[in-house]
């Protein structure tokens, strides 16, 4: 695994990020609750690294964070995939931020590209978790120390085999492909000056992923 791990190309080739996979998030912001999965794709130059800082852009006034726990493909997957197929497809998980700008989101009729793609709205750790028993973590994210989302991933409306077939089944996956699972309720806002931190955390409560950023005013 460890060789495999190593093998993994930094950036991915593509971020694909899930919506509104916990319930409450999706009711939280007003939002129906999907019977299928959701998703999109986050830009690459939206890529940013632990301690890199996320710029908030002048046009817009809430720009919020989004704690997500992720996958790391290590084999490719294309459509037809069974959930077997789709868990061995995985080969770390890690966590990411989805960061997004709300008020804009609303301006954009609910699309994603805008609001998710400025530079700076990925931050993404280098961490790379062998995968954990998945249903025993949470995805829990703090804002100067203040613990803000707190979700544990049995809570996921939809598994990551069923997630990954779901992208698959339109776009083929690739090795180092990172595929997001989506966030859990107390997305809240991000100001200058704050440090917003996002750790995937096993059942014996030991973060196994972790990435950290400090906000700054952008242009």
């Given at each position: 695994m460890s060789g495999l791990l190593h093998a993994l190309p930094w950036p991915p080739p593509k971020v694909v990020c899930l919506a509104r996979t916990f319930g409450?998030?999706?009711?939280?912001l007003g939002n129906p609750v999907p019977s299928?999965?959701?998703?999109?794709?986050k830009a690459p130059s939206a890529i940013i690294g632990d301690?890199?800082?996320?710029?908030?852009?002048?046009?817009?006034a809430q720009v919020q964070h989004e704690g997500e726990t992720a996958v790391v493909m290590g084999r490719a997957l294309g459509p037809g995939a069974s959930d077997a197929e789709a868990e061995a497809a995985i080969a770390a998980w890690t966590v990411l931020n989805d960061v997004t700008a709300r008020d804009l989101q609303r301006a954009d009729g609910g699309r994603f590209t805008r609001a998710k793609g400025f530079d700076t709205f990925c931050?993404?750790?280098?961490?790379?978790?062998?995968?954990p028993e998945w249903r025993r973590c949470?995805?829990?994210?703090?804002?100067?120390?203040?613990?803000r989302q707190d979700g544990a991933l049995d809570d996921l409306l939809f598994s990551p085999a069923e997630?990954?077939?779901?992208v698959a089944s339109?776009?083929?996956?690739?090795p180092g492909d990172v595929v997001s699972l989506g966030t859990p309720e107390g997305v809240g806002a991000l100001l200058p000056g704050q440090r917003c931190t996002v750790a995937l955390v096993d059942?014996?409560?030991?973060?196994i992923a972790r990435v950290s950023n400090p906000v700054v005013q952008g242009a």
């Amino acid at each position: 695994m460890s060789g495999l791990l190593h093998a993994l190309p930094w950036p991915p080739p593509k971020v694909v990020c899930l919506a509104r996979t916990f319930g409450r998030h999706a009711l939280e912001l007003g939002n129906p609750v999907p019977s299928e999965p959701l998703y999109f794709l986050k830009a690459p130059s939206a890529i940013i690294g632990d301690g890199d800082a996320i710029r908030l852009p002048s046009i817009s006034a809430q720009v919020q964070h989004e704690g997500e726990t992720a996958v790391v493909m290590g084999r490719a997957l294309g459509p037809g995939a069974s959930d077997a197929e789709a868990e061995a497809a995985i080969a770390a998980w890690t966590v990411l931020n989805d960061v997004t700008a709300r008020d804009l989101q609303r301006a954009d009729g609910g699309r994603f590209t805008r609001a998710k793609g400025f530079d700076t709205f990925c931050p993404l750790s280098a961490d790379r978790a062998p995968p954990p028993e998945w249903r025993r973590c949470r995805i829990r994210c703090w804002v100067d120390g203040e613990l803000r989302q707190d979700g544990a991933l049995d809570d996921l409306l939809f598994s990551p085999a069923e997630i990954l077939r779901a992208v698959a089944s339109v776009m083929s996956l690739v090795p180092g492909d990172v595929v997001s699972l989506g966030t859990p309720e107390g997305v809240g806002a991000l100001l200058p000056g704050q440090r917003c931190t996002v750790a995937l955390v096993d059942g014996r409560g030991d973060a196994i992923a972790r990435v950290s950023n400090p906000v700054v005013q952008g242009a």
